[in-house]
């Protein structure tokens, strides 16, 4: 029986035609959706209950300590942490300076951990914006030929702390002309009501191996590492502790540093070390403390300003650099 082709017969087929295949591209949509879903339910929870988060928000940690002076994360902040379905796991959290006894956050920590380490990045957003000057130590003498080296000294740190008042805590940072071991140091500054927090860490640089320097005339600043308190942590990274930098933790925060420094040196690889953490020179800096022990040559210390003009008065001092300032929130002794 032949049936008459009408436009409404093609119109209804059409539809129908039209309605089928809308339903097969909503159900694949659905489907790769859910599998999507299935997908990074199995990466996330693979990834936080191998506690691999823990184990790179403890390691970009030891490295802030040694790189970056006064930067600290605070005990009981939030950490975030994520891996994308390409696998770069992101990592952030605040990060604080201490000023007097008090910290203030001064911006959060980011991280990216790719597949190729290369790409990995590491890097601050400061809340405002960083005075790079902030923190310059100046070497007491030339590594190469052990000549005498002077500082760049600014006599408006002074100046600025004299008429400030004096029911106000800041931070400041200096050079020594000469090195000394952490606990030299540590006691060089005990007649002073003062925190330390940071000393620069000679630790071979250009004798040993080339860095960064900067410098003009009779001064030489090189690209660091810094000494204070230790970190540790249990094997499964979820209790971890930090010392503070004080003379009767001296001895363990040395042990805890050469602790990490060959942790990351047996375990970790370069890129992830340099690329990831931004540690450079750490085999070369390792053996260099391993030989020749630990000598410091400024620090970083904050408390009342009548405290910090005292060191003007220290001959040994030179070149220092003021930092954040604040309300007086010390505690007299």
Do not use: C
Not at 74 to 98: H, L, N, R
Not at 140 to 146: I, L
Not at 147 to 156: I, Q, V, Y
Not at 310 to 318: G, T, V, Y
């Amino acid at each position: 029986m032949n049936m008459e082709w009408t436009k409404d017969k093609e119109k209804k087929i059409l539809l129908k035609y039209r309605f089928t295949l809308t339903v097969k591209i909503i159900r694949i949509i659905a489907a790769t959706l859910f599998f999507f879903w299935l997908y990074m339910l199995v990466i996330s929870i693979s990834y936080h209950s191998l506690g691999l988060d823990k184990k790179h928000i403890f390691y970009s940690r030891v490295a802030m300590d040694w790189s970056q002076p006064n930067m600290q994360e605070d005990f009981g902040s939030i950490d975030s942490a994520e891996i994308t379905p390409f696998f770069t796991q992101k990592i952030s959290y605040p990060v604080y300076k201490m000023i007097g006894k008090e910290t203030e956050l001064i911006g959060t920590k980011q991280l990216a951990k790719r597949l190729a380490p290369m790409y990995s990045t590491n890097q601050t957003d400061y809340l405002k914006p960083k005075n790079e000057q902030e923190y310059t130590f100046y070497l007491p003498e030339h590594p190469k030929t052990g000549t005498k080296l002077e500082a760049n000294e600014d006599p408006a740190v002074w100046t600025k702390l004299e008429k400030v008042h004096e029911g106000t805590v800041a931070e400041l940072s200096f050079s020594t002309k000469s090195y000394m071991t952490p606990e030299e140091m540590l006691g060089f500054l005990k007649p002073y009501d003062l925190d330390v927090l940071w000393m620069p860490l000679y630790a071979g640089e250009m004798k040993e191996f080339e860095t960064g320097w900067g410098g003009s005339g009779n001064t030489l600043s090189v690209d660091s590492i810094g000494f204070t308190g230790g970190r540790e942590a249990g094997d499964d990274y979820n209790s971890q502790s930090k010392y503070s930098l004080e003379e009767k933790f001296s001895e363990l925060n040395k042990k805890l540093m050469l602790q990490q420094m060959k942790n990351l040196l047996d375990n970790e690889s370069t890129s992830y070390r340099e690329n990831f953490l931004g540690l450079s020179h750490l085999e070369e800096r390792y053996n260099y403390l391993m030989k020749e022990g630990f000598q410091v040559y400024g620090a970083v210390v904050t408390g009342p300003v009548k405290e910090l003009l005292k060191l003007k008065e220290n001959e040994q001092i030179q070149g220092a650099n003021l930092g954040e300032m604040t309300y007086w929130n010390w505690s007299e002794e």
